[in-house]
């Protein structure tokens, strides 16, 4: 069988990672996860206008959340639902590092454990193809994928300098059978 995106990105780590986390990036083809999340944003006008450009969420409490993975190999699309608001990534390989198209910015990200928790690490950016982003600013974009009492939980915290805190939501997921589709 092909290895999974991650299991690429990560080679022997990803057999370390916590189970739930695991089975999310071991599976290939179409497949769904439900939930329940939380989104904070920042207060920065220009910050939110950042937001609604990559198609961030808005702010919310205890909301559902539903992803709709498309995983095959190399590459792999998510659709998240926060609360009915849809926002798609694109994920592939690119040289080493995970590479996220979300909306105009595309992400390099370096995968890396820690315990059991899938880090992610922005390594550099670009904004609607052309324009990088400054490697500072990078600083704090993060991503924590961890088990969360039995489920699938997840972390995701975007500040950028002077604009603040962009977003930041967090966590849990958990699969949908087949047949519940």
């Excluded at 639902?81 to 105009?104: A, H, I, V």
């Excluded at 990088?132 to 950028?160: I, K, N, Q, T």
Aim: charge should be positive; glycine fraction near 10%.
């Amino acid at each position: 069988m092909t290895p999974t995106l991650f299991q690429r990105l990560l080679g022997a780590e990803f057999y370390y990672l916590a189970p739930e986390v695991k089975a999310l990036h071991a599976r290939q083809g179409r497949f769904r996860y439900e939930g329940r999340f939380s989104v904070e944003r920042g207060r920065n006008p220009l910050g939110r206008l950042a937001g609604a450009l990559m198609r961030l969420p808005p702010a919310m409490t205890d909301a559902p959340i539903t992803v709709e993975f498309d995983a095959g190999g190399a590459k792999e699309t998510w659709l998240r639902g926060f609360g009915g608001k849809p926002m798609r990534s694109r994920l592939s390989f690119d040289n080493g590092q995970l590479r996220e198209r979300l909306g105009p910015a595309t992400f390099h990200f370096r995968l890396c454990r820690i315990d059991s928790d899938l880090h992610w690490v922005a390594e550099r950016a670009r904004m609607f193809g052309i324009l990088p982003v400054p490697a500072s600013w990078l600083d704090e974009v993060r991503c924590r994928e961890h088990d969360d009492d039995g489920h699938y939980g997840f972390e995701v915290e975007a500040r950028l300098p002077l604009l603040g805190r962009l977003v930041r939501y967090h966590g849990w997921l958990m699969p949908v059978a087949a047949n519940d589709d």
